[in-house]
């Protein structure tokens, strides 16, 4: 599978595509809405970081006791289950005089049911294109979802500000609904990928079989750590800028976009490989200087460029498809979503607790000099390994 044209013409893709679109789009209108509510209410860069992208922290919870759901769900019940879900999370999350200690028990609740989503998704994406056409299919995901979160973002940013960040709330529950009934509808009904019932125990065996390859957990350090750093930085725009943090998000959306574009369908397959680092390097670097507060439209300039930096997913998972055996795809993709958004919620609360000590600015500058720093380990790693590999196999 090679063209877009192909892409769409796969049997249930459009469907699919148009139920996670929405999606994504309540998604940033929602994060953006409940951030501003949240940091209006306390004054808190840590609070707002941590309504944000606290839901991310518990996803390590539903990898470590629900993830074998992922392939052993069907999966059209279970994503049309889930929007419904988040739409009565999301208005429940918009109610007047909530006590803040209830609105981050609704978002985490809300990132325990999106640690099982994340798995049953991608499965089911792996199923419909076949690994041939996962990475130019998940490439237009990550495209969509760049421009569904720029359209979130600004349509948040304009009800955030002539209305009010609960009716954003409220907008973003509404557009769960559609999504569910795209999916119900859109969908055929396929049996799990795998038998047998969810259990704690399996999903401790399936994540130790893939965690025992030294190669896997090369791929799944490099899919969490350094982003989840870097999304610590993200966690940190309304913070920075209180008053234009959409005009921040649209432009890391934008830069993501042309990333996806970059990797999944300009780069030749040849030289895909050899992108992973270097787009991690460039996915850190261009935050560096806000140490310096630069002024709104330097920083944008900077976000957006950083943010080409997040196509080097798109070269890791690519290669974590090769490298897992098919029964556990849903699994080992689950596990990728799961970790990425667990470090994703760390890295929040980490930026968030500098900046209440330093400030917004040097907490950025800080969490991406570690990125970068933990990037060039890993890439140190990999060569050592290549060089054991070469010696072991040599002649």
């Known amino acids: 599978m090679r063209s877009y044209r192909e892409l769409f013409r796969a049997p249930e893709f459009t469907p699919f595509f148009l139920a996670a679109s929405a999606q994504t789009v309540a998604q940033t209108m929602g994060g953006l809405a409940l951030g501003t509510l949240v940091y209006r209410a306390t004054e808190s860069p840590l609070l707002s970081a941590v309504s944000m992208f606290g839901e991310s922290l518990v996803q390590v919870l539903g990898a470590t006791l629900l993830l074998s759901a992922a392939d052993r769900l069907p999966p059209r019940a279970a994503l049309t289950a889930l929007p419904l879900l988040f739409a009565a999370g999301t208005a429940a999350l918009a109610l007047p005089g909530l006590p803040i200690w209830a609105l981050f028990a609704i978002v985490l609740a809300m990132g325990l049911a999106k640690s099982v989503g994340g798995g049953v998704r991608w499965g089911l994406l792996n199923e419909i294109l076949s690994k041939d056409g996962y990475l130019l299919g998940r490439s237009v995901f990550n495209m969509m979802s760049g421009l569904m979160q720029i359209a979130g973002y600004a349509t948040g940013g304009a009800l955030v500000a002539l209305l009010s960040p609960r009716i954003a709330l409220l907008a973003s529950a509404a557009l769960y609904l559609p999504a569910a009934a795209v999916v119900h509808l859109g969908l055929t009904s396929r049996p799990p990928r795998t038998a047998g019932r969810p259990s704690v125990s399996a999903t ?185 590999t070469a010696a072991v196999s040599g002649p």
């Open 204 to 388: 401790w065996r399936a994540n130790a079989l893939l965690w025992s390859s030294a190669p896997r957990r090369q791929v799944y350090l490099a899919l969490w750590i350094p982003n989840g750093l870097v999304v610590g930085c993200e966690s940190l725009y309304v913070s920075y800028v209180p008053d234009s943090a959409g005009t921040l998000f649209a432009c890391a959306a934008l830069g993501m976009l042309a990333g996806d574009v970059l990797v999944g369908r300009l780069v030749p397959p040849r030289l895909r490989p050899r992108l992973g680092f270097p787009l991690l390097l460039l996915l850190a670097a261009p935050y560096v200087p806000f140490l310096l507060h630069p002024p709104l439209p330097l920083a944008a300039a900077a976000v957006t460029l950083a943010s080409v930096g997040f196509g080097a997913s798109l070269v890791q998972q690519e290669r974590l498809v090769t490298l897992t055996p098919d029964g556990l795809t849903g699994h080992a993709l689950g596990l990728h979503s799961a970790g990425m958004l667990t470090l994703q919620g760390v890295a929040a609360i980490l930026a968030g607790s500098l900046a209440q000590l330093t400030s917004p600015a040097e907490a950025m500058t800080a969490m991406a000099t570690v990125s970068a720093g933990v990037t060039l380990a890993l890439m140190a790693a990999g060569r050592r390994e290549r060089r054991a």
